[in-house]
């Protein structure tokens, strides 16, 4: 799929901007959700984020049923993970399946247990990013059906 021309930087790589505002946004409109927020787990859970072209690092946050984002390197992560921005957008956007991703090289565990990150497959994020997308521009206002979960 081509993003918007406001989506990528003159490098024609996604706009960083527009990338944290839509994890932002997707976690809050998730945390506004009843049914999102209930499939947050319990038990904590940080895992760390380093996106590549452009560079860009956050955290997800997620325990007692809370979920956030924030654009700083934690103490003691459970899981780091590295990946570029396109192919983190394309697994948030359903359009790449994560491990798929994870198998073909295109993202990769640093460090950690791969097997915490199942504690988050409930979580409904993608739809909320892919809503959250469009909304900011990083992703053109189609609506695909794959999406809509």
Known sequence: MIL????????????????RETLMGACE?????DD????????????????ADPD???TLHAAERNLRVSFERPVDPD???SMTAHVFHEI???????????????MEVIEGDAMRLLA???IPISAFYARTARTVGLEPATTVESEKR
Request: proline share 5%; glycine share 8%.
């Open 56 to 58: 860009l690092e956050f």
């Open 4 to 19: 918007d021309k406001r989506s990528k930087n003159s490098e024609g790589l996604l706009d960083s901007d527009l990338l």
């Open 29 to 33: 409109a998730l945390m506004s959700d």
């Open 79 to 81: 899981v780091i993970l």
């Open 36 to 51: 999102g927020r209930n499939r947050v787990p319990e038990a904590p859970l940080t895992i760390f984020h380093v996106l």
């Open 120 to 122: 988050l497959q409930n």
């Open 92 to 106: 948030q956007m359903g359009r790449l399946n994560p491990v798929e991703a994870g198998v073909r090289g295109k």
